[in-house]
Nanobody, 121 residues
Framework: QVQLVESGGGLVQPGGSLRLSCAAS????????MGWYRQAPGKERELVAR???????NYADSVKGRFTISRDNARNTVYLQMNSLKPEDTAVYYC???????????????WGQGTQVTVSS
């Protein structure tokens, strides 16, 4: 059993900043990619940023230069620093991780419960 617990969402004014955190716990042998997705009302879930273990992160074009993803592998935690926030960034943000429960090379996809980010004046 694995849990991804997110924190850090909230209400912020346009131009402001927020930092999201997501900690993975449970039956974890190793973690491959960790990342963040978001879903706005009436829209499909979309990738925001993701980061392979020891690899180069990639970002959605809409957040490049404003958002930064980072990981603390010792703590099984991924962060999303969001700067220069815009109203169109308003969405539920979901943490995602590919987790292995053994050394067999099998990866399982897990999601957090989501955290609301609202950008409004």
């Amino acid at each position: 059993q694995v849990q991804l617990v997110e924190s850090g969402g909230g209400l912020v004014q346009p131009g402001g900043s927020l930092r999201l955190s997501c900690a993975a716990s449970g039956s974890i042998f190793s973690i491959n990619t960790m990342g963040w997705y978001r879903q706005a009302p009436g829209k499909e879930r979309e990738l925001v940023a993701r980061m392979p273990s020891g690899g180069i992160p990639n970002y959605a074009d809409s957040v490049k230069g404003r958002f930064t993803i980072s990981r603390d592998n010792a703590r099984n935690t991924v962060y999303l620093q969001m700067n220069s926030l815009k109203p169109e960034d308003t969405a539920v943000y979901y943490c995602n991780a590919l987790i292995g429960h053994s050394g067999a090379g099998l990866w399982y996809n897990y999601w957090g419960q989501g955290t609301q980010v609202t950008v409004s004046s």
